[in-house]
């Protein structure tokens, strides 16, 4: 249920190859309701394992899918698609950069500074007097 999840967020948080194919995807099927197939009713999911011609010759799954597929749509099975986006593989890290703008010219730092300075040397010349 990783590629579910994937669709179900912005293509802006995986790392680039997942992101330009979610972003394909969510493009050309925008509208679209997807769901889970279950492995035991996913037909690709068959014909991946390790299954030789005959198996699959006389396979329903394989010819005519599941028969849940036959029946109308509301009686469909409706796995809730669990989505935890923290924890899916090929997420992008992210990097937060912080930066400080200072808006007061030269000079002004320059005056305060030597301000300070001033504050210092009177005080320690009152110690001393």
């Known amino acids: ?9 912005s293509a ?6 997942v ?8 493009e050309l099927t925008a509208g679209c309701e997807w769901r889970h197939v279950a492995s035991l009713s996913d037909p690709s999911d068959f014909i991946s394992r390790d299954t ?11 010819w005519v899918g599941p028969e849940w597929l036959s029946q109308h749509q509301e009686q469909w099975l409706n796995t809730p698609l669990v989505r935890h986006p923290e924890k ?6 992210v990097t937060t950069v912080k930066s400080y703008v200072s808006m007061f010219p030269r000079r002004v730092y ?3 500074f030597s301000a300070i300075k001033i504050a210092k040397c009177s005080s320690l010349l009152f110690e001393i007097f």
């Open 1 to 9: 249920m990783i590629v579910p999840s994937w669709l179900a967020t």
């Open 12 to 17: 802006s948080k995986w790392k680039t190859f």
């Open 19 to 26: 992101a330009n194919s979610i972003s394909q995807i969510q």
């Open 52 to 62: 030789n011609p005959e198996t699959v010759k006389n396979c329903r799954l394989w």
């Open 88 to 93: 899916l593989p090929e997420q992008r890290e």
């Open 110 to 112: 320059y005056q305060i």
